[in-house]
């Protein structure tokens, strides 16, 4: 396979039809990796997994978090459902050194506050209301809460929780604020999001929400300049579109597939499933050209770890894969 990684590199690649990872239906005459090599690989990339993902006490954090958010806004609101949605109703969420992320989304009773619906600054007051009933029903100056942009962002320290008002949509979805350059009310259904993405993962024993992982911890290592649900939309994508239906299905070659196309993703644009909206449009070029260096770097390791393993070689493999995945 050539060099990989530039736009330029990766139709060479991949619109020629020779791929060398296993997974692909080109047959090439490369040495196959032994099995207990691919084993170790395996445990390489499992045992990442397991490091980055969140632990069943931090999750019991997020979910006593959500009852708390939800108690406090019914003191003063009148609150007709509330769900998790984002990484964690999708089980894609990695640790974050400096506390975990929850996203609430609260549904509120459009009847009694339709008003917002059609006034000009409908959804900046929906956000200023929010704030205000969780303001005095925690009453603890430790927690920190603020407007950030759409949502209501509550700080406690060792979780942030942003909290997202929404009305129910007529069109089975949901609307939300909107207060970038004017105060507005976008259509959303993050409910339906979460359904597709996780019945696709299933269909692929998990292996998407794993991916995923990986990929959100690669971007945290290289500067998180992409955002998380971006990351969803490109690795849904790449499960729905793009993998082989009768290729290999392991954590190793799902990521070297994957990183092969991200410069692809990125220069294409990848649209969101449910509404079909592109979700790439926070990116210009400058910062497209920097994450593509950064992916060329990653898929050099990647590729050395294969050609290492191809040749029998466990400790340069272990060395690649190990640099890949956040090790030294």
Known sequence: ??????????????KGGSFSQRGFNTKLNTPVISDPLNKHIENLFSDRIKKIHVSDYEQYHLDDVKNKISAALSKDMTVSGINVIGSTAKNTQIKNGNGNDIDIMVELDREEYNSWMDTPNGSSNCLIKIKRALQKNFNDPDIQIRIDRNVVTVDFGYIKADVIPAFSDNE????IPDTVDKPHWVKTNPKIMARVFNNLDKRNHNQLSKLTMLVKDWNKRNGNILKSFHIESMTYDYFANNKPKDGDN????NTREFFERMPYYLRRGVKEPVYNEDVAAYLNSDKKREVVKKIQKCNELLRKGERAARKGNETETSENYSKFLGGE
């Open 1 to 14: 396979m050539g060099s990989g990684g530039g736009y330029g590199n990766f139709f060479r690649t991949y």
């Open 172 to 175: 089975n979805g949901y609307l």
């Open 250 to 253: 392991s954590l190793k070659t």
